[in-house]
């Protein structure tokens, strides 16, 4: 007889052969507001989209599905390279019961913060910065910037610590 295993098993088991990564969300104790359930990222976007059932054609029409796979693209590159430092980053997201959201807010210590958006647009505006903004009050004197990576070529700034820039800038250097 093959023991049962439940949601919690399989998870564990897809953690352990790198095939899923579960993203435990960032909180403060100053918010209460906050959903506090981890975001799963599939580890090969490929498999992905086999397994949603995505081919070229579609993720071309479809941006929200472009969009997801980015996210976890992104989430995986900037894990990679995180890992080259001298210094631990723990990574997490970030989402209030209103539904505003960062995608990922990587932490450094106890003292630095910034927060990640990946936008699969080619521009970007100040309502892309609103969850970056949230975070900011929530984190305070914690929160370095704020950075939108987005489907364009210019970077620009969008008022105090916010950034857009090219997502292309994860792999080139200044």
Not at 147 to 169: E, K, M, Q
Request: aromatic residues 8%; proline residues 5%.
């Amino acid at each position: 007889m093959v023991p049962r295993l439940h949601r919690g098993h399989y998870l564990s088991l897809l953690n352990r052969l790198f095939l899923v990564d579960e993203l435990p969300p960032w909180h403060s104790n100053r918010l209460t507001r906050l959903i506090k359930t981890p975001k799963l990222h599939l580890g090969d976007s490929g498999l992905a989209c086999a397994l949603l059932g995505h081919d070229p054609a579609t993720l071309y029409r479809d941006r929200a599905a472009l969009g997801q796979l980015l996210e976890t693209f992104v989430y995986h590159e900037l894990k990679r390279q995180a890992s080259f430092g001298p210094d631990e980053i723990r990574f997490h997201h970030f989402l209030d019961k209103d539904g505003i959201e960062v995608d990922l807010v990587l932490e450094r210590g106890a003292h630095e913060l910034v927060g990640v958006e990946v936008k699969a647009l080619a521009t970007v505006t100040a309502r892309d910065f609103r969850g970056l903004r949230k975070l900011a009050e929530a984190s305070d004197e914690r929160f370095v910037c704020g950075i939108v990576l987005y489907d364009g070529d210019v970077g620009a700034r969008f008022g105090d610590r916010l950034h857009a820039v090219p997502i292309g800038a994860l792999w080139t250097t200044p």
